[in-house]
């Protein structure tokens, strides 16, 4: 009944910029939250950014993996059910399949980017991002 879906992926040079989306069915986002994932071939499905559910007085705290800060930024869209992931300044090491995942009772980001993809329980199919001159 919970399905995610993202899109916005595709070929882009490097510099350039995608925005992906996550839409959700089934499944309330806003009161979760939602962590985006990429795995490139034969590295392992790496967190590279988290926004938080709603946590006391302030809604939507982000994270970012230490690689993709400053380039990228994570946000959501209530009325939508979406979260979305702005990439700017695409370099070819960002190339990779990108999965937006939520699993249920997480809501604050916390440990992140520490957090095990093996732990979440909702995954998008995943849109491929490809970043070549």
């Known amino acids: 009944q919970v399905q995610l879906v993202e899109s916005g992926g595709g070929l882009v040079q490097p510099g350039g910029s995608l925005r992906l989306s996550c839409a959700a069915s089934?499944?309330?986002?806003?009161?979760?939250?939602v962590v985006w994932f990429r795995q490139a071939p034969g590295k392992a499905r790496e967190g590279i950014s988290c926004?938080?559910?709603?946590?006391?007085?302030?809604?939507?705290?982000?994270r970012y993996r230490d690689s993709v800060k400053g380039r990228f930024t994570i946000s959501r869209d209530n009325a939508k059910n979406t979260v979305y992931l702005q990439m700017n300044n695409l370099k070819p090491e960002d190339t990779a399949v990108y999965y937006c995942?939520?699993?249920?009772?997480?809501?604050?980001?916390?440990?992140?980017?520490?957090?095990?993809?093996?732990?979440?329980?909702?995954w998008g199919q995943g849109t491929q991002v490809t970043v070549s001159s």
């Open positions: 995942a939520v699993e249920s009772g997480y809501q604050y980001c916390s440990g992140f980017p520490g957090t095990v993809a093996s732990d979440f329980d909702h």
């Open positions: 089934g499944l309330t986002l806003d009161t979760h939250a």
């Open positions: 926004i938080s559910g709603y946590v006391g007085s302030t809604y939507g705290i982000t």
